[in-house]
């Protein structure tokens, strides 16, 4: 199968498998480290020391090393030390290390983003509630909120767009994303191979999708945008 | 009966001793105006007042009711907090408005999360508090359209609609361009006319002279100088002579 034209429904179809387990990637990491993020902003942030100091340490770390060693080493780790495959073979195996690997490092990229925007909020804010006679609870979800999620949605949004680039990561513990599909033709794949072409089209994906992303987070900004902060 | 008493109120700030036995009296319907240099513990004492701040020893009685007392040592509860608070209006230096909410939600949002009163009504007492300090037709404008003055005159309302017995006000003008400042000392003129009872901090000295029914002059933590407007013109102490000759 030589020309363009018979290799693309192929290449197309095998595209679109590895899209969907990068699009499952991007979105378990979200649902799993928006929640853990905040969980662990709130860590970094507790007036007990050796907490925060604890939290604040595993943030630097974190923030601090490559994603791709991260996932290195939480995909071989426990099959080196324990001797035993704690993710289970295979795909699932894989998507699982990966996910845990991408849930711990953008939960603590978001807490940070988390704190900035609790903290930016002025302190001016919750006493003016507090003067008004407002609990604690009114005041964190009728005042304090909703600012917070205004300042964070341009820092979340530019994470999230990092994420979509960054599931590719996940190539390198041979996830079937969709890089590793588009490199298989390369190989030799269903009867294609030395094709070099499959790759460079993934980009179209990402483009795209990145682009979907940055359309919606435009319309939330601009949602937002009738006060200021 | 006095609507408001102070008692021997200290308040240290670590070593910083900031109030050092504050005592006053306020009859209802009287205007009290705090002046002193920066650093006197004027904001602290309304901080005090508002429960945004603990003094270490004193007591302060509202209508004979004792909403602080410094010899018993339980933290109130957030409840007892809350109705405490509610004695009491504060109007900050910078507004501290809502920025995400209008200039009538801004007005409403604690009249209907804390009073049982019908959403028509809360609005309607809203709006006539926004027509007494002129804003009426900016309440569906937000805070961050509103210049320094307007939005100062909302938060002057917004402290109203709760009808806290006495209303403070912490340097009210200071953070506005000096011709903004007369549309606000308008208002606090028109609440001192229908006999709102209000302390208010302030530097400007000619309208404390003119609204106040009694001054207060703080120095270092302790009161260095009290008695009616006419202590502005023939100052009682030393103290208050050199301040008063720095404006
Ligand atoms: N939260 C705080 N923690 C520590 N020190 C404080 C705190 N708040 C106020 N102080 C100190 O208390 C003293 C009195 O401050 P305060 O703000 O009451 O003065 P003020 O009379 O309102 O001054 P200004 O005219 O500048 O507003 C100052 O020395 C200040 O540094
Ligand atoms: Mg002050």
Known sequence: MNTFAEQFPIVFQALNVGFLQTLKLFAVTLLGAIPLGLIISFGSMSRFKPLSMLVRVIVWIVRGTPLMLQLLIIFYFPGLVFGKQLWGGGESGRFIASAVAFILNYACYFSEIYRGGIQGVPVGQQEAGQVLGLSKTQIFFRITLMQMIKRIVPPMSNEIITLVKDTSLARIIALQEIIWAGQAFMKGSQGISGAIWPLFFTGVYYLIFSGVLTLLFGWVEKKLSYFKV | ?247
């Open chain 2, 1 to 247: 009966m006095a609507i408001l008493e102070v008692k021997n109120i200290n308040k240290s700030f670590g070593r910083n001793h900031v109030l050092r036995g504050i005592d006053f009296t306020l009859e209802q319907g009287e205007v009290l105006s705090i002046i002193g240099s920066s650093g006197s513990g004027k904001t602290t004492l309304l901080r005090c007042l508002n429960s945004l701040e603990f003094a270490d020893e004193g007591k302060i009685i509202v209508n004979g009711e004792t909403i602080f007392d410094g010899s018993v040592n339980k933290r109130p509860s957030e409840k007892e907090l809350m109705q405490k608070r509610l004695h009491f209006g504060l109007v900050f230096q910078n507004f501290n408005l809502f920025p995400q909410y209008s200039v009538l939600d801004n007005v409403t949002l604690a009249p209907r999360l804390l009073t049982k009163d019908s959403r028509e009504q809360i609005e309607r007492e809203a709006l006539e508090l926004l027509e007494s300090v002129g804003l009426a037709d900016k309440r569906n404008n937000y805070p961050c359209e509103l210049s320094g003055g307007q939005q100062q005159r909302v938060a002057i309302a917004r402290a109203l609609a709760m009808k806290p017995n006495i209303l403070c006000f912490d340097e009210p003008t200071s953070a506005l361009d000096p011709e903004l400042t007369g549309e606000v000392l308008k208002v606090i003129r028109s609440l001192a006319d229908r006999h709102m009872t209000m302390i208010i901090v302030t530097h400007e000295m000619s309208f404390a002279h003119d609204v106040s029914d009694e001054i207060i002059f703080m120095d270092g933590g302790v009161i260095a100088a009290r008695g009616g407007p006419a202590i502005l013109d023939n100052p009682t102490s030393d103290r208050l002579k050199a301040f008063l000759t720095s404006f």
